[in-house]
């Protein structure tokens, strides 16, 4: 079985402790990288701007086989992240499906002309994950394509590319009609 963190980057919201039990249930290590919010307990702290450098900071503290993330405002489905690392050991990035609040599941075709860039949810091999660099600085904040961004690096590498048929994610699950599968 192939070993897997979670990276949460955080800005001190007060969905964090859902979002790392969330995280705790898929993998063998959540690890938490605050982002200008020094009250928060982390593994990680300082002043990214972004929430694809605070995720470089957290790979940098991992030493799984496999990273997935999880923002500090959503959650993941118990166990999809562990069993599609277990199905696709041999991949260098798997894509997830999400489930947003106002599309439902995404990626989908249309999807990005319907609302226009979103998280993307993956895993990724971690070593392959350092080797490409990692998400790339210097995007504006405005712009939400770090993901895309680096799942088109994976590609244009010729890295083994998977997707999973199943939500793994869930985008602001407070917001959603999907029942949240940790709410108690």
Same mark, same amino acid.
């Not at 079985?1 to 959540?30: K, N, W, Y």
């Not at 993941?76 to 599609?84: C, E, N, Q, T, W």
């Not at 971690?126 to 394509?145: C, D, N, Q, V, Y």
């Given at each position: !079985? ?85 199905? =696709? ?6 894509? =997830?499906?999400?489930? =947003? ?10 999807? !990005? ?8 949810? !993956? ?11 990692? &998400? ?6 405005? &712009? ?12 244009? =590498? ?27």
């Amino acid at each position: !079985m192939a070993s897997l963190s979670i990276v949460i980057p955080t800005i001190g919201r007060d969905t964090l402790e859902r979002a790392d039990r969330s995280a705790a249930r898929c993998a063998q290590r959540v690890v938490r990288v605050a982002d200008n919010c020094p009250d928060v307990v982390a593994d990680g702290c300082g002043h990214f701007g972004a929430a694809g450098l605070a995720r470089n900071a957290g790979v940098d503290l991992v030493d799984t086989t496999f990273v997935g993330f999880c923002d500090d405002d959503d959650e993941l489905v118990p166990d999809v992240y562990r069993r599609a690392v277990n199905a =696709h050991a041999d991949a260098d990035l798997i894509l =997830h499906s999400a489930w =947003h609040p106002q599309l439902g599941p995404i990626p989908r075709p249309g999807w !990005m002309t319907e609302f226009g860039n979103t998280t993307v949810a !993956m895993t990724v091999r971690t070593s392959t994950f350092r080797e490409l660099g990692g &998400f790339i600085a210097g995007f504006p904040f405005t &712009f939400k394509g770090e993901d895309f961004e680096l799942f088109r690096r994976f590609v244009d =590498h010729g890295k083994r590319v998977v997707a999973s048929p199943e939500v793994a994610y869930l985008i602001r699950p407070e917001e959603t009609r999907w029942q949240s599968p940790t709410a108690t």
